[in-house]
């Protein structure tokens, strides 16, 4: 983790796998490394949550990294929503505890801004190491969320060459996200899936680290 500080604007650097995420703010926290999540809330059976979590004054950005290049192969299945493809599953991959991309985001999605609610009921017992998070659960409180004048943004950036002869990349990503929307309409959020072609910069940016 590391800032660049410039006269007007800071940046938050960080990095999942072979990825380096820059983010147009200093609020950004790799949620599923944070104390609070690890210490506290991973222990609950089924707890999951998303990669990313940035907060700016413009949107509020859940981030969840599936970068499967080079392992098309044994995560096919997982681009067929509802676990259509779930028999599919190569005999060599662990099959516990797996679910299509849409069931796994939107699980993470719930169990994220569930994680957050908890540590808001800790925020003032610092040993917990809650306080962290706490910017956060203020952020995804604020008024303007509901108003939509500040989005908030949920993003399944997905790497890999999974386009076939009936249907490209672009129409995978986009049968993802229309079940993503279907399974988050109860969060006041804005869905996309994105690949480092298509992401929007305005989010943030992305280098491949070899």
């Known amino acids: 983790m590391r800032y660049i500080t410039g006269s007007k604007i800071c940046y938050m650097i960080l990095t999942e796998g072979n990825l380096r995420f820059t983010f147009s703010s200093d609020y950004a926290i790799k949620f599923d490394d944070t104390f609070f999540y690890r210490k506290s809330f991973n222990p609950m059976p089924g707890a999951k949550g998303v990669d990313f979590i940035c907060d700016s004054n413009d949107f509020l950005l859940f981030l969840e ?4 290049l080079g392992r098309e192969a044994e995560n096919r299945w997982r681009i067929a929503p509802n676990n259509e493809k779930r028999d599919s599953i190569p005999s060599s991959t662990d099959k516990s505890d797996r679910d299509s991309l849409d069931i796994e985001v939107s699980h993470k999605v719930a169990m994220t801004i569930s994680c957050l609610l908890g ?3 800790y925020r003032e017992k610092r040993i917990t190491k809650a306080e962290e998070l706490i910017p956060y659960v203020e952020a995804l409180e604020d008024c303007r969320i509901a108003q939509r004048s500040k989005p908030l943004y949920v993003v399944l ?19 993802i996200q ?9 969060l006041n959020c804005r869905i996309s899936v994105e690949d480092t072609s298509t992401y929007s910069k305005r989010l943030f940016s992305i280098e491949r680290i070899e």
């Open 65 to 68: 990294v599936k970068d499967c």
């Open 119 to 121: 540590a808001q009921t």
């Open 157 to 175: 950036l997905l790497e890999g060459d999974f386009g076939s002869q009936t249907r490209n990349k672009a129409m995978i990503m986009y049968r």
């Open 178 to 186: 229309q079940y993503l929307e279907k399974k988050l309409k109860w």
